[in-house]
Nanobody, 121 residues
């Protein structure tokens, strides 16, 4: 059974750093784009950053210059290095992976369970 598991969230003071990880497990043929989303309290889930299997990246304007997305294809793991954190970065961070499970003819989107990031004001 395919699943994505995030880790690395926590409570950090403004200006601090965190590193989130998202690891895919199960019978997987390939993983295409992987993406991080933030769901702030009372708001909809929003895209933070994405990365393709070849390493092309994109970022929300609000995190450019502060966050860095990366991945290790051999480990089926994606990372989000979060620096210069601000109170508005508070929320649950979810990873999404577009991947092809063994036996499937198409790719599907899978979501992790989320990890909480809190930056007090």
């Amino acid at each position: 059974q395919v699943q994505l598991v995030e880790s690395g969230g926590g409570l950090v003071q403004a200006g601090g750093s965190l590193r989130l990880s998202c690891t895919a497990s199960g019978s997987i043929i390939s993983i295409d784009i992987m993406t991080w989303y933030q769901q702030a309290p009372g708001k909809q889930r929003e895209l933070v950053a994405g990365i393709t299997s070849s390493g092309s990246t994109n970022y929300a304007d609000s995190v450019k210059g502060r966050f860095t997305i990366s991945r290790d294809n051999a480990k089926k793991t994606m990372y989000l290095q979060m620096n210069s954190l601000k109170p508005e970065d508070t929320g649950v961070y979810y990873c999404k992976g577009r991947l092809r499970p063994v036996g499937a003819s198409s790719v599907y989107d899978y979501w992790g369970q989320g990890t909480q990031v809190t930056v007090p004001s």
